[in-house]
Protein backbone atom coordinates (compact mmCIF):
# COMPACT_ATOMS: atom_id res chain seq x y z
CA UNK A 1 0.00 0.00 0.00
CA UNK A 2 1.67 3.23 -0.76
CA UNK A 3 1.31 7.03 1.02
CA UNK A 4 -1.59 8.20 2.76
CA UNK A 5 -2.02 11.72 1.08
CA UNK A 6 -3.68 14.51 2.34
CA UNK A 7 -4.53 17.14 -0.53
CA UNK A 8 -5.75 20.62 0.18
CA UNK A 9 -6.57 22.33 -3.15
CA UNK A 10 -9.91 24.19 -4.20
CA UNK A 11 -9.76 24.13 -7.73
CA UNK A 12 -12.56 21.36 -8.43
CA UNK A 13 -11.42 20.57 -12.21
CA UNK A 14 -7.54 20.28 -11.01
CA UNK A 15 -8.23 18.27 -7.92
CA UNK A 16 -10.36 15.70 -9.35
CA UNK A 17 -7.58 14.92 -11.62
CA UNK A 18 -5.22 14.63 -9.10
CA UNK A 19 -7.07 12.59 -6.56
CA UNK A 20 -8.28 9.73 -9.48
CA UNK A 21 -4.66 9.79 -10.72
CA UNK A 22 -2.66 9.15 -7.42
CA UNK A 23 -5.94 6.82 -6.25
CA UNK A 24 -5.29 4.49 -9.44
CA UNK A 25 -1.80 4.70 -8.76
CA UNK A 26 -2.26 3.28 -5.29
CA UNK A 27 -2.07 5.91 -2.93
CA UNK A 28 -4.94 7.16 -0.43
CA UNK A 29 -5.69 10.28 -0.43
CA UNK A 30 -8.18 12.55 1.51
CA UNK A 31 -9.10 15.58 -0.48
CA UNK A 32 -9.63 19.07 1.07
CA UNK A 33 -11.23 22.47 -0.66
CA UNK A 34 -11.29 24.69 2.48
CA UNK A 35 -8.76 25.27 4.29
CA UNK A 36 -10.24 26.08 7.49
CA UNK A 37 -11.50 22.20 7.50
CA UNK A 38 -7.83 21.07 6.85
CA UNK A 39 -6.68 20.41 10.81
CA UNK A 40 -9.75 18.27 11.47
CA UNK A 41 -7.95 15.64 9.39
CA UNK A 42 -4.76 15.93 11.45
CA UNK A 43 -6.65 15.08 14.45
CA UNK A 44 -9.09 12.62 13.06
CA UNK A 45 -8.27 8.47 11.73
CA UNK A 46 -6.82 9.29 8.49
CA UNK A 47 -3.07 9.89 9.52
CA UNK A 48 -1.47 11.53 6.84
CA UNK A 49 2.36 10.70 5.42
CA UNK A 50 2.36 13.93 3.56
CA UNK A 51 0.44 16.95 2.88
CA UNK A 52 0.26 18.47 -1.14
CA UNK A 53 -1.12 21.99 -0.43
CA UNK A 54 -2.42 25.01 -2.63
CA UNK A 55 -1.15 28.35 -1.33
CA UNK A 56 -4.27 30.23 -2.69
CA UNK A 57 -7.18 28.68 -0.65
CA UNK A 58 -10.44 30.15 0.64
CA UNK A 59 -10.70 31.70 4.49
CA UNK A 60 -6.71 30.50 5.37
CA UNK A 61 -3.64 30.66 2.60
CA UNK A 62 -1.61 28.55 2.35
CA UNK A 63 1.69 29.91 4.25
CA UNK A 64 -0.87 30.50 7.66
CA UNK A 65 -2.11 26.45 7.12
CA UNK A 66 1.45 25.02 6.56
CA UNK A 67 2.57 27.14 9.94
CA UNK A 68 -0.57 25.08 12.01
CA UNK A 69 -0.17 22.06 10.27
CA UNK A 70 3.66 22.12 11.28
CA UNK A 71 2.95 22.98 14.62
CA UNK A 72 0.77 19.99 15.05
CA UNK A 73 2.81 17.57 13.14
CA UNK A 74 6.64 18.65 12.53
CA UNK A 75 7.90 16.20 10.51
CA UNK A 76 5.13 15.75 7.91
CA UNK A 77 6.55 16.68 4.66
CA UNK A 78 4.60 19.76 3.20
CA UNK A 79 4.53 20.35 -1.11
CA UNK A 80 3.66 23.62 -2.00
CA UNK A 81 1.62 24.15 -5.11
CA UNK A 82 1.81 27.39 -6.50
CA UNK A 83 1.03 29.43 -9.10
CA UNK A 84 3.01 32.17 -7.91
CA UNK A 85 7.12 32.70 -9.47
CA UNK A 86 8.41 34.92 -7.11
CA UNK A 87 11.47 33.76 -5.40
CA UNK A 88 9.66 35.74 -2.32
CA UNK A 89 7.35 33.94 -2.17
CA UNK A 90 8.74 30.21 -2.13
CA UNK A 91 11.37 31.61 0.80
CA UNK A 92 8.19 32.40 2.54
CA UNK A 93 6.39 28.73 1.97
CA UNK A 94 9.95 26.97 2.76
CA UNK A 95 9.86 29.45 5.96
CA UNK A 96 6.66 28.50 6.80
CA UNK A 97 7.28 24.65 7.15
CA UNK A 98 7.51 23.84 3.10
CA UNK A 99 9.90 20.88 1.98
CA UNK A 100 9.17 21.20 -1.22
CA UNK A 101 7.06 23.24 -3.83
CA UNK A 102 5.61 22.51 -7.39
CA UNK A 103 4.65 25.62 -10.17
CA UNK A 104 1.65 25.10 -11.57
CA UNK A 105 0.68 23.89 -14.24
CA UNK A 106 2.24 20.62 -13.35
CA UNK A 107 2.34 17.09 -14.65
CA UNK A 108 1.25 14.31 -12.69
CA UNK A 109 5.06 12.62 -13.56
CA UNK A 110 5.99 15.21 -11.97
CA UNK A 111 4.01 15.24 -8.67
CA UNK A 112 4.58 11.82 -7.93
CA UNK A 113 8.50 11.96 -7.83
CA UNK A 114 8.18 14.46 -5.91
CA UNK A 115 5.48 12.41 -3.47
CA UNK A 116 8.26 10.00 -3.31
CA UNK A 117 11.08 11.87 -3.06
CA UNK A 118 9.79 13.32 0.03
CA UNK A 119 8.23 10.67 1.50
CA UNK A 120 12.09 8.95 0.97
CA UNK A 121 14.02 11.56 2.69
CA UNK A 122 12.04 11.73 5.71
CA UNK A 123 12.28 7.65 5.78
CA UNK A 124 9.27 7.11 4.02
CA UNK A 125 7.22 7.61 7.14
CA UNK A 126 5.74 10.82 8.55
CA UNK A 127 5.14 9.61 11.84
CA UNK A 128 4.87 13.01 14.06
CA UNK A 129 7.73 11.85 16.03
CA UNK A 130 10.46 13.51 14.17
CA UNK A 131 12.47 12.04 11.89
CA UNK A 132 14.86 9.61 13.18
CA UNK A 133 18.30 9.05 11.26
CA UNK A 134 18.82 6.70 8.19
CA UNK A 135 21.33 4.45 8.01
CA UNK A 136 21.93 2.38 4.88
CA UNK A 137 24.08 -0.20 3.90
CA UNK A 138 26.04 -0.20 0.81
CA UNK A 139 28.33 -2.93 0.25
CA UNK A 140 31.32 -2.26 1.89
CA UNK A 141 29.58 1.41 2.87
CA UNK A 142 27.20 2.88 5.24
CA UNK A 143 24.85 5.98 4.28
CA UNK A 144 23.81 8.09 6.73
CA UNK A 145 21.19 10.40 4.80
CA UNK A 146 20.88 12.77 7.58
CA UNK A 147 23.92 13.62 8.18
CA UNK A 148 25.30 13.76 4.61
CA UNK A 149 27.67 11.57 5.08
CA UNK A 150 29.40 7.93 3.58
CA UNK A 151 31.09 6.11 5.36
CA UNK A 152 34.11 3.88 4.35
CA UNK A 153 35.66 1.83 6.94
CA UNK A 154 37.31 4.66 9.35
CA UNK A 155 37.19 7.47 6.42
CA UNK A 156 34.16 9.63 6.62
CA UNK A 157 32.85 11.34 3.30
CA UNK A 158 31.17 14.64 4.29
CA UNK A 159 28.71 15.02 1.20
CA UNK A 160 26.92 18.28 -0.44
CA UNK A 161 23.24 18.25 0.11
CA UNK A 162 22.68 17.67 -3.32
CA UNK A 163 25.49 14.81 -3.45
CA UNK A 164 22.75 13.04 -0.59
CA UNK A 165 19.62 13.94 -2.84
CA UNK A 166 21.37 12.16 -5.79
CA UNK A 167 22.22 9.35 -4.02
CA UNK A 168 19.03 8.72 -1.86
CA UNK A 169 17.13 8.63 -5.23
CA UNK A 170 19.68 6.06 -6.57
CA UNK A 171 18.79 4.24 -3.36
CA UNK A 172 15.63 4.53 -3.84
CA UNK A 173 15.65 2.55 -7.08
CA UNK A 174 18.43 0.25 -5.83
CA UNK A 175 19.16 -2.30 -8.58
CA UNK A 176 16.56 -0.95 -11.09
CA UNK A 177 16.51 1.68 -14.13
CA UNK A 178 15.90 5.32 -12.64
CA UNK A 179 14.92 7.81 -15.24
CA UNK A 180 17.05 10.84 -15.43
CA UNK A 181 14.31 13.12 -16.52
CA UNK A 182 12.88 11.92 -13.04
CA UNK A 183 15.88 12.16 -11.42
CA UNK A 184 16.59 15.55 -12.53
CA UNK A 185 13.19 16.61 -11.36
CA UNK A 186 13.57 15.19 -8.08
CA UNK A 187 16.83 16.93 -6.91
CA UNK A 188 16.62 19.97 -9.18
CA UNK A 189 12.67 20.53 -9.65
CA UNK A 190 13.12 20.53 -13.78
CA UNK A 191 15.08 18.79 -16.40
CA UNK A 192 17.12 21.76 -18.08
CA UNK A 193 19.73 21.52 -20.03
CA UNK A 194 21.77 22.83 -17.72
CA UNK A 195 20.59 20.98 -14.43
CA UNK A 196 21.67 17.82 -16.39
CA UNK A 197 25.01 18.62 -17.08
CA UNK A 198 25.19 19.70 -13.66
CA UNK A 199 24.05 15.76 -13.29
CA UNK A 200 26.82 14.56 -15.08
CA UNK A 201 29.37 16.55 -12.99
CA UNK A 202 27.84 14.97 -9.73
CA UNK A 203 27.77 11.69 -11.03
CA UNK A 204 31.08 11.39 -11.67
CA UNK A 205 31.70 12.70 -8.26
CA UNK A 206 30.23 10.11 -6.72
CA UNK A 207 31.47 7.40 -8.89
CA UNK A 208 34.65 8.61 -7.54
CA UNK A 209 33.18 8.06 -3.74
CA UNK A 210 32.41 4.36 -4.04
CA UNK A 211 35.88 3.65 -5.76
CA UNK A 212 36.74 1.28 -2.52
CA UNK A 213 33.93 -1.39 -3.99
CA UNK A 214 34.43 -2.77 -7.13
CA UNK A 215 30.99 -4.60 -6.54
CA UNK A 216 29.19 -1.10 -6.44
CA UNK A 217 28.51 0.52 -10.05
CA UNK A 218 26.49 3.80 -11.23
CA UNK A 219 25.98 2.54 -14.84
CA UNK A 220 24.59 4.92 -17.12
CA UNK A 221 22.11 3.95 -20.01
CA UNK A 222 22.02 6.18 -22.75
CA UNK A 223 18.55 7.50 -23.33
CA UNK A 224 17.27 6.14 -20.17
CA UNK A 225 18.82 7.23 -16.99
CA UNK A 226 21.07 5.15 -14.48
CA UNK A 227 21.59 1.73 -12.85
CA UNK A 228 22.71 1.79 -9.57
CA UNK A 229 24.14 -1.74 -9.03
CA UNK A 230 25.16 -2.73 -5.00
CA UNK A 231 25.91 -6.31 -3.81
CA UNK A 232 23.32 -8.31 -1.86
CA UNK A 233 25.60 -8.85 1.06
CA UNK A 234 27.62 -6.26 2.96
CA UNK A 235 31.20 -7.30 3.21
Known amino acids: MKARVLYIEDEKHLGQIVKETLEKQGYQLVWETDGAQVMKHLHGSFDPDICVLDIMLPHVDGYELCYQIKSLRPSL ?3 FLTAKTETA ?3 RGFEAG ?4 IRKPFSMEELMVRIENQL ?5 NASGSGTMEEEIQLGSYTYYSQRYELVYSDEVIQLSQRESEIITQLVGSLNRVIDRKNLLIAVWGDDSFFNSRNLDV ?3 KIREY ?4 PGIRIQTLKGKGYL ?3 PHESK
Not at 120 to 124: A, K, Q
Not at 210 to 213: E, L, S, V
Request: aromatic letters at 16%; hydrophobic letters at 45%.
Open 202 to 204: YIR
Open 89 to 91: DLV
Open 228 to 230: FLV
Open 120 to 124: LLSNG
Open 210 to 213: FKHD
Open 77 to 79: PVI
Open 98 to 101: GTDY
